[in-house]
């Protein structure tokens, strides 16, 4: 599996604090020299590190998509699918951000959803647009045992650290679907990355209302996986610009409540 794993599960309190919501609420630059040469290095490495530290034109793109999405608003969807299609974004990434939609906002979004991509991408190719196909998954998804040890595995690493809580003595059968349907048959899927699927999830949640523990819990995910808090705030902006202010806000105010707990940010 091809995935990011520089991620070693933590045991701070933090960490397990931030667990522990995730379980109870369901889941889930440069030194510019005198010398010419040594300036336009300084440059270029400068430009090099601010490039690093801003989301691609492709990761801002899967936000309104998975926030439309969320909500049920396939006007706005279609026309954040048109121009996440014309950035660059794949038929692959777009179809699998919304089959990924259906863990956080229901098979019936999800479904919808994909009938929308399937109409754009029909008009698209009528006015003559050739859209880039993307990637299949590359290895085969596990069954049985080995995928809920797969989705048990992906869930530590995503959290930092083992998922344990109340909720899932009460209710054993949410935590074996979590596991298994969530963190194995689709993070084991490898044609989206993992900082994609956070940032499709941080759409989603932050569009909903009611799911701030949620919200809250994937935005210290989507550290774990390599997203810095300045794209993190970049990500707000592009809620705020591209979706509404409500969702910013939404957004926001769990990033500064998850940042808030962490001194080092």
């Not at 300084?42 to 601010?50: F, K």
């Not at 596991?179 to 949640?205: P, V």
């Not at 902006?237 to 080092?264: K, S, W």
Request: proline share 5%; with cysteine.
């Amino acid at each position: 599996m091809t995935q990011i794993n520089n991620i070693t599960p933590g045991k701070s309190n933090i960490q397990r604090r931030i667990a522990y919501v995730l379980a109870m609420s369901f889941g889930l630059i440069a030194v510019v020299c005198q010398a010419a040469p040594a300036l336009q290095e300084s440059q270029n490495m400068t430009s090099t590190s601010i490039a690093s530290e801003l989301l691609s034109v492709r990761q801002q793109a899967i936000l309104p998509i998975a926030a439309f999405a969320a909500v049920g608003d396939l006007p706005r969807l279609n026309t954040a699918l048109n121009q996440g299609l014309d950035t660059g974004l794949s038929v692959s990434d777009a179809r699998e951000v919304l089959v990924q939609l259906y863990a956080y906002a229901g098979f019936p979004r999800s479904l919808n959803a994909l009938g929308e991509l399937m109409k754009v991408l029909d008009a698209r190719k009528q006015r003559g647009i050739q859209d880039i196909p993307g990637q299949a998954p590359s290895h085969s998804i596990p069954t049985g045992e080995a995928l809920l040890i797969a989705g048990t595995a992906n869930q530590t690493k995503l959290v930092g650290s083992p998922v344990k809580g109340p909720v899932f003595y009460f209710a054993p059968a949410i935590d074996e679907y979590l596991k298994t349907h969530l963190f194995g048959d689709i993070f084991e899927r490898d044609n989206l990355d993992w900082q994609s699927r956070e940032l499709a999830t941080m759409g989603m949640l932050a569009s909903l209302q009611g799911v701030e523990p949620q919200l809250q819990a994937h935005m210290r995910i989507s550290l774990n996986v390599g997203i810095t808090a300045k794209q993190l705030r970049q990500a707000v902006q592009v809620l705020e610009d591209r979706v509404d202010a409500d969702t910013a806000m939404r957004a926001r105010n769990a990033l500064e409540h998850m940042l808030a707990a962490m001194p080092e940010h």
